[in-house]
């Protein structure tokens, strides 16, 4: 239960004049509170708990959210550019057009989240947990997500061009129409994932496993995918042109309904 009011918090952010702090409210639990539309820029709210709260619209942008808790709590269209939070619970929140570009969330955990339309442009997000998140349409451009798990997450039409990526396991994605090109997937676990019309164009995915995906349709010109595992993936259509599959292990059968232009091969 939260241990302040909204009034009372409202009153606590008059008092803040100075425009390089904000608030100091680490370690307060303010569960459950509507805070819809609060101006909570550089605030302090490291071990913070906010689940379950109304934060649509609230400015959070350069936010010290150290392990702080946003379970189910509603951040739908709010602000945490550059905000700091390693370590953060944002499980089960709604996150549908946050702007988030810039931020670092190291290890946060962003299972089960709906974030339509986010926007974590050149976010650290490594080790972040986005299992069975709806990303769909998300924008994770230059992101930094090595050793990150999206593991049956949805990113359809998701944004992930030149996306660090290396280490990270997205088994069983959705990731249709997705654009990944330049994105870095070394030894990425993409197992299973669906990726008709998906776009590879210039990524590394060398040693990366993509046994059982769908990958009709899928662009990857120029991509590296050395040492690549492809076995039992789908790949009608799939555009290999000036692709480089060197020791990479696929179905012949299956890559050859695939157009492989001056892929290199062996």
Same mark, same amino acid.
């Given at each position: 239960?939260?241990?302040?009011?909204?009034?009372?918090?409202?009153?606590?952010?008059?008092?803040?004049?100075?425009?390089?702090?904000?608030?100091?409210?680490?370690?307060?639990?303010?569960?459950?509170?509507?805070?819809?539309?609060?101006?909570?820029?550089?605030?302090?709210?490291?071990?913070?708990?906010?689940?379950?709260?109304?934060?649509?619209?609230?400015?959070?942008?350069?936010?010290?959210?150290?392990?702080?808790?946003?379970?189910?709590?509603?951040?739908?269209?709010?602000?945490?550019?550059?905000?700091?939070?390693?370590?953060?619970?944002?499980?089960?929140?709604?996150?549908?057009?946050?702007?988030?570009?810039?931020?670092?969330?190291?290890?946060?955990?962003?299972?089960?989240?709906?974030?339509?339309?986010?926007?974590?442009?050149?976010?650290?997000?490594?080790?972040?947990?986005?299992?069975?998140?709806?990303?769909?349409?998300?924008?994770?451009?230059?992101?930094?997500?090595?050793?990150?798990?999206?593991?049956?997450?949805?990113?359809?039409?998701?944004?992930?061009?030149?996306?660090?990526?290396? *280490?990270?396991?997205?088994?069983?994605?959705?990731?249709?129409?997705? *654009?990944?090109?330049?994105?870095?997937?070394?030894?990425?676990?993409?197992?299973?994932?669906?990726?008709?019309?998906?776009?590879?164009?210039?990524?590394?995915?060398?040693?990366?496993?993509?046994?059982?995906?769908?990958?009709?349709?899928? *662009?990857?010109?120029?991509?590296?995918?050395?040492?690549? *595992?492809?076995?039992?993936?789908?790949?009608?259509?799939?555009?290999?042109?000036?692709?480089?599959?060197?020791?990479?292990?696929?179905?012949?059968?299956?890559?050859?309904k695939a157009l492989l232009g001056d892929a290199r091969l062996g």
């Open positions: 239960m939260a241990e302040i009011t909204r009034r009372e918090l409202i009153l606590i952010l008059s008092g803040v004049t100075h425009p390089e702090h904000g608030a100091r409210l680490a370690g307060v639990d303010l569960s459950g509170l509507n805070l819809t539309g609060l101006n909570l820029h550089r605030a302090d709210l490291r071990r913070a708990d906010l689940s379950g709260c109304q934060m649509a619209r609230v400015d959070l942008s350069a936010a010290l959210l150290d392990d702080v808790i946003l379970r189910g709590a509603d951040l739908s269209d709010a602000s945490l550019v550059g905000a700091q939070g390693p370590n953060a619970d944002f499980s089960e929140a709604r996150l549908d057009r946050l702007q988030a570009q810039g931020a670092a969330f190291t290890a946060a955990e962003f299972i089960g989240v709906i974030g339509q339309g986010a926007d974590f442009t050149e976010a650290r997000l490594a080790m972040a947990d986005f299992q069975g998140a709806d990303l769909t349409k998300a924008r994770l451009v230059r992101a930094r997500l090595s050793r990150a798990v999206f593991a049956s997450a949805t990113l359809t039409d998701a944004l992930l061009t030149q996306a660090e990526l290396t *280490d990270a396991n997205a088994e069983g994605a959705r990731l249709g129409r997705a *654009d990944c090109t330049g994105a870095h997937l070394q030894r990425a676990a993409l197992s299973n994932i669906t990726a008709s019309w998906a776009k590879f164009r210039e990524a590394n995915l060398s040693e990366s496993v993509l046994g059982g995906a769908d990958l009709q349709q899928v *662009d990857f010109r120029r991509a590296l995918l050395r040492g690549a *595992d492809l076995r039992g993936a789908q790949m009608s259509g799939a555009d290999f042109s000036g692709a480089i599959l060197r020791e990479a292990h696929y179905d012949v059968e299956a890559l050859g």
